[in-house]
């Protein structure tokens, strides 16, 4: 369900990404962008798209410019991410790049316009209504999943722009998997309902918690998608349990004209 797929067109850079089979075809450009093929220097390298890491500010321009060029879009939206609940909408035309603080969530309809969500471990998660041709993009990591951003999200989608859950596509970046996901305080920091999804001491699977979070909002279970990937485990991927100070990778969804 989910494929490699390679953006290599001129002066992007880009060396590939993972795209999801069934938004093939759908009028949409997306990709859970890896580390590889931008400009930043180690720590960071290379693809880091994250201005609050420490890297190079236009090294990060260059970056996020190269997944606006890869796409075709005009503008990328972003949020200073703060591992809470508020979503953003967008309802008027962005011709513009900008990032918005303490959002965690981003919903829109406006065409050229990509909405990015930025990770090293946890998740990005997509979404798309093909009958209101609406997106939505969400960062969620463990507090993100406790806090509800993703049910959270398809409310926005539903309440601004008349989605239907059951209609809604969606899709879980490359993210912390159930092999590394260890939370040894899990009885202070987990709700009691998330401990069933604990497969061994200490250890949860966090894209079935998401996944059963997506279906609570009401999608349909074959409309999910889960990349399956364990960002900690694979070294394309930045991954802050990994290495403290690294950058982060992009993952973006956006309507083209």
Request: negative net charge.
């Amino acid at each position: 369900m989910i494929e490699s797929d390679r953006y290599g067109g001129e002066g992007t850079g880009l060396t590939g990404s993972l795209r999801i089979d069934s938004f093939n075809g759908e009028g949409l450009v997306h990709g859970f962008f890896n580390r590889h093929g931008g400009v930043s220097d180690f720590p960071y390298a290379t693809l880091n798209i994250s201005f609050g890491v420490g890297d190079r500010v236009e090294a990060v321009r260059e970056n996020r410019m190269r997944l606006k060029n890869a796409l075709g879009l005009t503008s990328l939206i972003s949020a200073r991410q703060v591992h809470g609940d508020k979503v953003l909408v967008i309802d008027k035309d962005a011709d513009r790049d900008f990032e918005a603080d303490g959002y965690d969530a981003l919903v829109t309809k406006n065409r050229q316009t990509g909405l990015l969500i930025q990770q090293a471990d946890c998740q990005a998660v997509i979404f798309y209504d093909p009958a209101h041709r609406v997106i939505a993009a969400a960062h969620s990591g463990w507090r993100g999943n406790v806090a509800g951003i993703i049910g959270k999200t398809v409310r926005a989608m539903a309440d601004n722009f008349g989605t239907d859950p059951t209609t809604v596509m969606a899709a879980i970046s490359p993210s912390l998997g159930p092999c590394c996901a260890e939370f040894i305080n899990y009885q202070g920091e987990l709700p009691e309902w998330m401990h069933r999804f604990q497969i061994r001491p200490s250890y949860f699977d966090f894209w079935a918690i998401s996944r059963s979070q997506l279906e609570e909002a009401g999608l349909v279970p074959a409309n999910i998608a889960v990349a399956g990937i364990c960002t900690r485990c694979n070294e394309d991927y930045f991954s802050f349990r990994r290495n403290a100070v690294t950058g982060r990778c992009g993952t973006v969804i956006g309507l083209p004209d």
